[in-house]
């Protein structure tokens, strides 16, 4: 969601402020502002849209300080205007703000019931004008900042700057990351590591409750009560990576092709390619005394854990439940200490995710987390990390990050049945060496299949419907690509399980309905060309993506068909994960959508 970047240093930060807001984007955003001290005074520069207008506003109206705060907006309270956008002014105070404010219609009756007024539709205001009045009232800045975090209830990333306090930046956090970054003579503040990446990567991530209180020559920081408190202080490893384009169009097009170098990473941490097995001995989830398993996330990630659930059952014998965290939580679910938890985040932040881990650890469950972001409160918060190793995702619709909790869900449930004694020595290494196989297959896939992608694109970007089916995993998948279809290029399209096809979805086809049918010559395949043969029989148009076998076995007329090759159940769900994401990608591109950051969507959701 939101991004804050906020720098107290030795020299001009509006610049600096601005490029670390572009580090951000991928978060989502729909207005941004910069507020800096000059001379004794606040100023600030907001534009609606993207980045480039806040820059052009900056050209012709340049904001000197060597203290600052910046923000990116993704509207909640109030339209996405620059009236609407951050940073809030009000009486010397300057406020950025990332989450809600849950309490904020009672306190905005409270003040205006007082005689405040008002500016913006926003909730964060109200955090602006209760600060403005504690410091009327003879508070101090520390004495307002505490004063208002124990008045406001709800999420919060807060960054604030006070006109007479021209050297300090005042933080806080209740739900949404905030990071403290150390430089020489400065000090950084921002949303995530990759924000601070350009000026540092030693890093201090508050926990929910902590304050702040930055100047030039470090921080002290606070609990919910005012007393100091030491957080660990680590080397990120995300100014690691270059976050760049390279030579591609997009950061989607660029994170599909990165694919087979990640899955590479991500196995390596995993897999013993020497002994071709699985090495989970670090891992403090004993798997072999594990009666059941919850697994829990939201969007793409809800849907690898899906696949993972399938992969569980089958490879450990493991029973699952699976269920967006935005329900699990509030199902009172009657929960096991004998149980474990597996919660999929791509941020490690995402905040119904996160709500859901906190009910299951409250219920005594061992808690494992798969993330990309080691340093996430997701991680912090779980008893066993699975990093996925996809590095920096930039574009909102996941890709390189999906395929990546993929490989590592596969060698958790192997690891899990060798713990279980469901997987035999044998297996193991059968399966492991499939895996290792998969970064090769994903890139001679990558190489084949890209001019028929965008070639069946081009029809595609005329559609207004599109239906995907699967059975077994790629009935998640099939969700997965009309989920992928439907953020970027913004055409309709529904995954359905090709079962469920007569219970309701083929009263859909005709013939200007494009059916996506995923499916590989596996135990299913029979089942699901009857199914086709279903859609036929009404005028659909079939596009099958299948592999050599299911291609020679079936005798269907279809609009296309994309072949690949043969591959074990196993990696099946990752190697055809890619024609759906090119196929997605390219459409969206024919029809000039934003690809990177589409329209209302957020890459990291830190609010319900």
Known sequence: MCGIVGIVGDRAVSERLVDALKRLEYRGYDSAGVATIHDGKLERRRAEGKLVNLETRLQAEPLAGNIGIAHTRWATHGAPTENNAHPHFTDGVAVVHNGIIENFSEIKDELGGAGATFK????????AQLLAKYR????????AMQAMLRRVTGAYALAVIFEDAPDTIMAARSGPPLAVGYGKGEMFLGSDAIALSPFTNEITYLIDGDWAVLNRDGVEILDHDGNRVERPRQVSVAAAYMVDKGNHKHFMEKEIYEQPEVISRALGHYVDLIENRIDLEAVSIDFAKVQSLAISACGTAYLAGLIGKYWFERYARLPVEADVASEFRYRDIPLSPQSAALFISQSGETADTLASLRYCKDEGLQIGAVVNVRESTIARESDAVFPIMAGPEIGVASTK?????????AALAIGAGRARGTVSRQEEERLVRHLTEMPRIMSSVLNSIQPKMESLARELSKCRDVLYLGRGTSYPLAMEGALK????????AEGYAAGELKHGPIALIDENMPVIVIAPHDRFFEKTVSNMQEVAARGG????????KGAAASKLETMSTIVLPVVDEIIAPMIFSLPIQLLAYHTAVFMGTDVDQPRNLAKSVTVE
């Open 120 to 127: 913006t539709q926003t909730d964060t205001e109200v955090v």
């Open 136 to 143: 009327r009232d003879g508070l101090g800045y520390r004495e």
């Open 401 to 409: 990050a999906f395929t990546c909790q993929l490989a590592v869900l």
């Open 485 to 492: 279809l439907k953020e970027i290029s913004y055409i309709h």
């Open 541 to 548: 148009r079939i596009i099958f993506i299948t592999d050599e």
